[in-house]
């Protein structure tokens, strides 16, 4: 894959406000790949303070929050969302992985056509509504997601 767009309202982050095990490194082999990571919010702006104090906002080719593109009436977790990001990244769709937690960005993955959806369960039991989905892959942590990313 050339492209990974992180989910990143409890994907990377746990409820303490802080990372993932295995997040940072995640993202620090992806970068050594070449892959360029992207990430999107349903919060404002307040998450780009967040990734800065986890030590990770320098991963991010690019990030779309809730309150960036209020004058186009984009909704990040939204087709029109990923399409906005792949634009500003010159990826194309075919080369794009979604990773989340959430039973409704896998379905937003399938709606933007991208090339595979990622769920993560982080340890719980939240497959099913993941696979309900119809998530290509579903890992219980982070670093699961590089075993499936192809």
Request: glycine share 8%.
């Amino acid at each position: 894959m050339k492209t990974v767009i992180f989910d990143l309202d409890h994907t990377l982050f746990a409820a303490d406000e802080a990372l993932y095990d295995g997040a940072q490194d995640l993202l620090a082999i992806l970068r050594r790949l070449g892959v360029q990571v992207a990430g999107l919010s349903n919060h404002d702006h307040r998450i780009l303070v967040r990734l800065e104090e986890a030590g990770v906002r320098s991963y991010f080719a690019h990030i779309l929050c809730a309150d960036q593109i209020a004058d186009d009436h984009i909704e990040p977790k939204a087709a029109a969302g990923v399409r906005h990001v792949l634009k500003h990244l010159g990826a194309r769709a075919e080369d794009t992985v979604l990773v989340s937690h959430a039973h409704s960005d896998i379905l937003l993955g399938k709606d933007a056509r991208l090339a595979r959806t990622i769920g993560v369960t982080h340890g719980t039991d939240s497959a099913a509504p993941l696979r309900e989905a119809g998530a290509d892959h579903i890992v219980d942590n982070m670093p699961g997601v590089l075993d499936v990313i192809g």
